[in-house]
Structures are given as structure tokens and as C-alpha cells.
């Protein structure tokens, strides 16, 4: 009792200083939106996104998709309105009775789990470019509800509200909406039908019924249960709608593929990391994009990736294909059906990259003086650490070769063995400082693991670090976007593309001929290559490296036209089993041999540098051919690098 005295007192004082604020807040506003000029809210959402040739691939509001409040269905409207903000025909922009509700429930529980949004305020929220929730962003949020009550009747903002409205998937405005989950337009709505729609805004993640059934049905029953209270419509009518079937489509005639919405949530997401793009679409009358968006080959990632998983598995994926002169990146998924999952991995995600962390310290021992025949052995070793520690790392399936090998086999069979013996040998910090060299930003520590691929990485940063192999030395950002300009065509951006020589050109090409023994049948002995199943089926050179841990696959490979980069696995790193190894690769292959199928091969490999040459060698030792030799293969060294034959093993020079 005491409790709720304290409470109601409490609530009492807020309602008092909360009514005084709010009446002078609404008098100085009122001035300020009588001198201000009318906004044009129409804009809202209103993004037009071009592809790498000036084509428009993806048109958020355009006014050509509005559809007039008398054509939608009246079901859409009373639902929307009733479970939205039922008194929207009868306040100026704030619900004063929802908001002292929502104060008080939210003091009693000690919690700000109630909100009191109306419709007006909701779409001024969407005239914003982003969603900040900071106490500037919901001043502006706040005056531009007056703003747009100053200014246009109810049925307007009724009407813009509907047109521009998130439904999930991608679609925004109700008519899209309509038509990607029923296949009809908003005016032949069922009761059943609007309801579902009406309950989504609220969190679209959640309430699509393509996501989840259940949850959009237990808001669809809140949406009737509404109605029914404000006697819209019987009881009979609520209990007939709940139990009608559904019939989801879940696209429209002219979507023949999803993952653009991926790219598209990419490009969106940069934007906002762009300072001179204004906060506000009806400051800029909309925004076009100009990006390096490729039409085919996004339809063909998001082709043979449909193809690659069986129907019912849940493994994910992440796939980036980016031009690695440049940064730019021309395709992109961030999982396998945005209808399913909007969850972008590709640029909210980091997984344990495993050994395609290797390229990178392999480029650290070059610059450190090793060369493609400098060799360890390769056998089960316990390292001893600081502080009386051990680290026994293992080869994949406890295969060790009991014998000294090149850095060019290590690279082959992702021998973790040689990759820890050269990390201690060179210090943990060169791995670490070469990452940073290439602009990989993710914190790592400098551990004996590191070159395993212990830590976790995004996909765009390991693509855009090893864009810098595939350009041979140079820092490039990955990104999306080329240009932008506003509906009226002013140029709010545009890219300077800034290239810095980072790498060793020569020790790149040395490098990436090295990448190449991944599929290479020369190489096969005592275990086989990671990718030789790829042997025969590619008809160009690429540099590869693929890298596992227990709940991550990877395979990241180019040459100077493309680099690509795949992920798989599951969300909630569940192990992976033998079969799940193999569609990382199958993405990877498929996508870079589909993009380079016109292309000759001079065109796409390197030409060697004046001062890099080529020796034929034994390929597993490293060592100059013998006459016992049965397989020679060409390696290439830094002049006056080359080896002679009685180079010690470096485990020899570590136990004199």
C-alpha cells in the first residue's frame, strides 16, 4: 500500500512538470512550424540504388508505387489505425493520454518497455536517414510531427504513413507489401490478410509470417482483439479471420532472385558512415546511388548458391566478390533467403577465419628473409611457452609428413606445424602488424594460435586484405558506393579511390604462385593438397586458401580480375560435419569461374617482376632437382635467393 502511494505521488509530480513542460514545448514549437516552410514528406524512403552501368536496380518510394487512401482496403486501415494509434483522427502529432499511460506503467515496473508513438510521429521517424536514438535525433523527430500536422490533413499523413511503411523483406509501402506476401494488391485485402500486415511494422524481423508464423499470428489475434474492443468488427468476424488459412507467397512476379536486398543493406549501411549526406530526405528530395552493383553477376552468386545447399540444412553462408584493383565490391550475400533471415553476415558478422589467416604470415616470412624452399619439419611438436606452458597444435586428421618441407607444401597441405614454427621464429607481433599493414582492423592478440585463425574476422575486411595480394601491394577499403546525389541532383558524394603500396610487389608474386599449389597435383605425396579436388575443373589460375575451424569454413581466392571470398556455417556454431567442407568451395569455384568464363588467361594472371626468377625445383622439399627426382615444379625467388641445395632446415638452426 505504502508502495503504491509512493508510486501514484510520484506519477502525480511527473503528470504536473511533464503537462508545464509540454505546454511550453507546443507553444514555441507552434511559432517555429508557422515560419518554417511545408515539408515534402512523400520522400520518405524514396531511394533509387544504380548498378556499376547507371541502371536502376532497386527504387525504394517511388511516386509512381503510391497507392491513394481510398484504394486500400478499409481492413488495412482500421487495423493499422486501431492497433497503432487509435486516436489518430483526434490529436495534433502526440497522444497526451498514451504517453501519461506509458509514463506511469513504465514507473510502476521500474522499466521503458511502453512506448506511445503515434502514426505522425512514426513517419516522421522515416523521414530520417537513420534511426538514432539519441536526444537530438527525437528533438528533430518531435518538431517534424508538428511539422507534418501544420501541414497536411490526416488522410495525407494517413496515406504517406501506409506508402512508406517497413513490411519486412525489403518491401516497403502496403501495396508492395500486399503483393510480395499475397499476390493481390492492397485493395482486395481479406480481413485475415490485413491483419497480419497491420501487426508487422512493430518489429518486422519477428511478425512476418514467412520468419515466424506463430509470433505473426499471436499479433495478428492482438490486431482483431483491437478491433473487436473499438466494435470494428464482431466477435464472429475476430474468430472467423484467425482461423482463415493463409496463403503465403512470400514474392512478386518480378522478384526472380532476393540477395540484392543484402547488397542493398550493405549500400545503406555505408551511407551512413558518409558525413556529408544529410540527416533528412526532405532536405534532399530523396537520394540516388550511384554503386558497383553487378546485375548478373549477383543472380548468378544467388543462383548457384540456391543450388549448392540442400533445402532443408541450416547452414548460412556469406559471400563476397569484389574487384581488387579498386575495393569495389560487385556482389554480395549475406545468407542463403533474406525472406527467411535480413540478418546480414556479410557485414554484421565475425567467425574464426582458420588457416586463411596464413597468406598473411606467409608474406611476413618472406619480407623476413624466407623464401618458397625455406623449410621446417613437419611432425607433432609441443611448444614450450612463457610461464612453464605448452601449445600442441595438430594437422588436419593427425597427417604429418616426418620430414622437411617447403613453404610452398606447407601452403598446400595447410600445414598448421610450419605455420607455428614460423610465427614463433619470426615474434607474434609480425602477423599481427602485417594485418594492420593491410587494413584488417579487428583487434588480435598475439598468441602461437593466431596463424590458425583463432580469432574472428568480417568477411569484407579478409576480402579487402587479401585484395591487397591480388593487386599486388596495394590498401584498398571495400566498399559500395561510387557516388551519390540528391533527388534534385546535387552531388552529395563522391569516391577518391586512394591507393597505397603497403606490400612488397615482388614478394606478393612470389606469394600468390605459391597459393596456386592449393589444387596442384605436383604436390600430392605424403597428403594431398586442401583444394585438389578443384584440379580439372578450373580453367584459370587463381591464388586459394581455404581455412576450417569446428564451426567455420572458408575459401578465399583471386587473381587480378576478381577476388572472392565465402563463408559457411551455422549461426549458433554448431560443429560442422565432412560434408558441410565441401559448399564453400563449390560457391567459391562456380562464382569466380562463371565471372572469368570470357576471359583469356594472360589476361588475368601476373607478369613477373624484373627481379623475381623462376627455377624448377623438387616441389615438396624445395631443394634443386636431382637426378632421383620424379616431379620438378617451377618456383619463383627473389634473384640471388634461390636455393642450392644445402640450405639448412630451420629446425636444425634452432636446436645448434
Not at 514474392?251 to 549526406?277: M, Q, W
Request: aromatic content about 12%; overall charge negative.
Amino acid at each position: 500500500m505504502v508502495k503504491s502511494m509512493k508510486i501514484l505521488k510520484l506519477f502525480l509530480k511527473s503528470i504536473v512538470f511533464f503537462s508545464l513542460f509540454f505546454l511550453i514545448f507546443v507553444s514555441v514549437c507552434f511559432i517555429y512550424v508557422k515560419v518554417t516552410p511545408k515539408i515534402t514528406i512523400n520522400t520518405a524512403n524514396n531511394i533509387t540504388l544504380y548498378d556499376d552501368n547507371g541502371i536502376a536496380y532497386f527504387m525504394g518510394n517511388e511516386q509512381n508505387e503510391w497507392t491513394p487512401l481510398d484504394e486500400i482496403s478499409p481492413y488495412v486501415i482500421q487495423s493499422t489505425i486501431y492497433t497503432e494509434d487509435k486516436n489518430f483522427y483526434h490529436h495534433f502529432g502526440f497522444d497526451l493520454f498514451r504517453i501519461f499511460k506509458a509514463l506511469y506503467n513504465n514507473i510502476s515496473t521500474q522499466t521503458t518497455s511502453q512506448g506511445a508513438s503515434t502514426i505522425t510521429q512514426q513517419y516522421a521517424k522515416n523521414l530520417f536517414l537513420d534511426f538514432d536514438k539519441t536526444w537530438k535525433r527525437k528533438w528533430e523527430e518531435a518538431l517534424y510531427t508538428l511539422r507534418i500536422e501544420a501541414n497536411y490533413s490526416k488522410d495525407e499523413i494517413l496515406e504517406g504513413y501506409l506508402n512508406t511503411i517497413n513490411y519486412g523483406h525489403g518491401k516497403y509501402g502496403i501495396e508492395n507489401a500486399s503483393k510480395f506476401y499475397f499476390n493481390k494488391s492492397c485493395s482486395e485485402l481479406t480481413l485475415a490478410e490485413a491483419s497480419i500486415l497491420a501487426g508487422i511494422p512493430k518489429a518486422p524481423s519477428i511478425y512476418s509470417p514467412i520468419i515466424n508464423l506463430d509470433a505473426a499470428k499471436k499479433r495478428q489475434l492482438l490486431v482483431l482483439n483491437s478491433l473487436v474492443k473499438n466494435n470494428i468488427i464482431t466477435e464472429k468476424e475476430k474468430e472467423k479471420a484467425y482461423e482463415e488459412e493463409l496463403i503465403l507467397i512470400g514474392s512478386t512476379d518480378s522478384d526472380n532472385y532476393d540477395s540484392i536486398f543484402y547488397y542493398r543493406d550493405a549500400v545503406l549501411n555505408e551511407l551512413k558512415t558518409i558525413p556529408t549526406i544529410p540527416n533528412q530526405y526532405s532536405e534532399i528530395g530523396g537520394l540516388k546511388i550511384y554503386t558497383s552493383f553487378h546485375l548478373d553477376l549477383q543472380k548468378e552468386l544467388d543462383s548457384i548458391i540456391k543450388d549448392t545447399f540442400p533445402e532443408d540444412s541450416e547452414l548460412e553462408t556469406a559471400s563476397v566478390v569484389m574487384n581488387p584493383d579498386n575495393g569495389e565490391i560487385m556482389a554480395l550475400v549475406g545468407g542463403r533467403d533474406y525472406n527467411h533471415s535480413s540478418f546480414n553476415r556479410a557485414i554484421h558478422s565475425k567467425r574464426q577465419v582458420g588457416s586463411t589467416m596464413k597468406p598473411y604470415l606467409y608474406y611476413s616470412a618472406l619480407e623476413n628473409g624466407f623464401t618458397s624452399s625455406t623449410s621446417f619439419i613437419s611432425e607433432r611438436t609441443t611448444f614450450p611457452l612463457e610461464n612453464g606452458k605448452t601449445y600442441s597444435p595438430k594437422n588436419y586428421n593427425d597427417v604429418y609428413g616426418e620430414k622437411a618441407i617447403s613453404m610452398a607444401t606447407a601452403i598446400a597441405y595447410s600445414d598448421n606445424i610450419y605455420a607455428v614454427k614460423t610465427h614463433l621464429f619470426l615474434g607474434t607481433d609480425n602477423l599481427v602488424n602485417i594485418t594492420r599493414r593491410v587494413g584488417i582492423p579487428e583487434e588480435m592478440r598475439e598468441v602461437p594460435s593466431l596463424p590458425l585463425g583463432t580469432s574472428e574476422i568480417n568477411i569484407i575486411h579478409m576480402a579487402a586484405g587479401y585484395a591487397s595480394f591480388a593487386n599486388q601491394g596495394y590498401k584498398v577499403d571495400g566498399h559500395f558506393i561510387r557516388k551519390v546525389e540528391s533527388g534534385k541532383g546535387d552531388i552529395l558524394y563522391e569516391r577518391k579511390d586512394e591507393k597505397n603500396l603497403v606490400l612488397n610487389p615482388s614478394l606478393v608474386y612470389i606469394l600468390n604462385n605459391m597459393l596456386t599449389a592449393t589444387y596442384d597435383p605436383l604436390y600430392i605425396d605424403y597428403n594431398y593438397p586442401t583444394a585438389i579436388s578443384l584440379n580439372g575443373k578450373l580453367t584459370h589460375p587463381y591464388a586459394l586458401k581455404s581455412g576450417t575451424t569446428d564451426g567455420d569454413n572458408w575459401n578465399i581466392g583471386f587473381n587480378k580480375k576478381v577476388l572472392c571470398a565465402v563463408w559457411v556455417g551455422y549461426d549458433d556454431n554448431t560443429s560442422l560435419t565432412k560434408s558441410d567442407y565441401k559448399y564453400a568451395q563449390n560457391i567459391w569455384y562456380k562464382t569466380v569461374e562463371s565471372y572469368e568464363k570470357d576471359m583469356d588467361e594472360d589476361d588475368v594472371w601476373y607478369e613477373k617482376p624484373s627481379n623475381v626468377v623462376g627455377m624448377f625445383v623438387e616441389p615438396i622439399s624445395g631443394k634443386p632437382l636431382t637426378n632421383d627426382d620424379q616431379n620438378s615444379k617451377m618456383m619463383y625467388f627473389l634473384k640471388g635467393t634461390e636455393p642450392k641445395g644445402n640450405e639448412p632446415v630451420f629446425d636444425e638452426i634452432e636446436n645448434n
